[in-house]
């Protein structure tokens, strides 16, 4: 038959697959999110999230060992304090679980990029990303106190804070807190586009942050939207964020693929304890094959337009990557 275009031609081997390959990807842009927690010899797994741990801080060693050995050197430190109050103090307390953590972890562990998010619903009493007045979510007076704990995480040193409160105007009060404090070159990676998500489910057991009355839909976006989400990243960004997030990822790979047209700078996608769930679950019941679906998700985060992956399956991938399988 004469056909001029074979696109098979380009398929015919796995070498030469590799080499006309769309999507590069490497272990430097993946984070990995980590669950400190109050208290001492803890390492315990988080039933909602299999193979997910929360570690006390004279535990993180074993952790950050499993890192080191895969290469994944970024991380994203959530804390689970052993008191809460309506005003999240232990977020801010400069020897809150965060705060140890990083100092630990920048002490014992030099090489490793320490990413902290900064919000308030592990923190509050009633598990709202903020101070509240009445039921509403005090926008302007929750600005304070989330600069007041990106302060702290700096001061403990923490090398990029990630707010991921979805309060209006944070990231300029934020970059103008740090520039007053001195940290001018501590970045800021946005949640951006933080959509209001049953994929959080398995994340707020592990972190009991689930909120005590209503749902977060008056702050995180609804998911039907996708020009409101253009428009949060745009506000970010003239606010000062360096970095600009979309999340979920694996349901709004449009939404990132749209940032990452419209804007010049990195986007991260954060895919989430729910997708996360999903997968291990399916694989545990026979139905898919865990390791290759991971793959296959993962490059296709990074296909739609992110530079930056935040995952649990971070050191999977990694080994994924050392083997050739992805990469
Ligand atoms: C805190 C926060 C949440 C997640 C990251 N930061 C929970 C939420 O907004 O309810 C979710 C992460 C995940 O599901 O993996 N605001």
């Known amino acids: 038959m004469n056909l001029l275009n074979r696109p098979r031609r380009l398929r015919t081997s796995d070498s030469l697959r590799k080499m ?8 430097e842009s993946l984070i990995y999110p980590l669950f400190a927690v109050d208290g001492e010899g803890i390492v315990e797994e988080i039933p909602s999230m299999e193979g997910q741990y929360r570690y006390s801080v004279d535990r993180l060693s074993v952790i950050m060992d499993r890192l080191m050995e895969a290469g994944v050197e970024k991380i994203l ?7 809460k109050d309506g005003y999240g103090s232990q977020a801010y307390d400069e020897n809150g679980i965060i705060q140890r953590a990083v100092r630990y972890i920048r002490e014992y562990y030099p090489s490793v990029y320490v990413i ?8 509050t009493s009633h598990g709202h990303c903020g101070i509240l007045d009445g039921e509403y979510v005090d926008n302007d ?3 304070e106190y989330l600069n007041r704990i990106a302060l702290s995480h700096v001061r403990a040193g923490a090398h990029m804070v990630a707010p991921s409160d979805m309060m209006d105007g944070r990231i300029g009060a934020m970059r103008q807190a740090l520039d007053e404090a001195g940290f001018e070159t501590v970045p800021v990676m946005a949640y951006s586009a933080k959509y209001a998500s049953a994929f959080y489910g ?12 209503g749902d977060r839909k008056s702050y ?12 949060e990243v745009k506000l970010d960004i003239e606010e000062g964020a360096d970095i600009v997030m979309v999340k979920p990822a694996l349901s709004y790979l449009d939404i990132i693929r749209e940032v990452a047209d419209r804007h010049d ?8 304890s729910g997708e996360y769930a999903m997968i291990k679950a399916a694989a545990k019941a026979g139905h898919i094959d865990e390791e290759k679906v991971m793959c296959e998700s993962a490059v296709s985060i990074y296909r739609a337009g992110a530079d930056i992956l935040i995952t649990y399956y971070a050191m999977e991938l990694a080994g994924c990557m ?6």
């Open 77 to 83: 430190l959530f804390g689970i304090p052993a008191h």
């Open 265 to 272: 700078l990195p986007v991260a996608a954060y895919s989430v």
């Open 20 to 27: 006309v390959r769309e999507t590069r990807i490497s272990k």
């Open 116 to 123: 902290t998010d900064v919000c308030m619903c592990e923190y």
């Open 220 to 231: 995180q976006m609804d998911y039907h939207n996708r020009k409101e989400a253009l428009k």
């Open 202 to 213: 398995p994340f707020r057991e592990a972190a009991g942050s689930a909120p005590a009355f």
């Open 322 to 327: 050392d083997q050739g399988k992805i990469g």
């Open 141 to 143: 007076k929750t600005l």
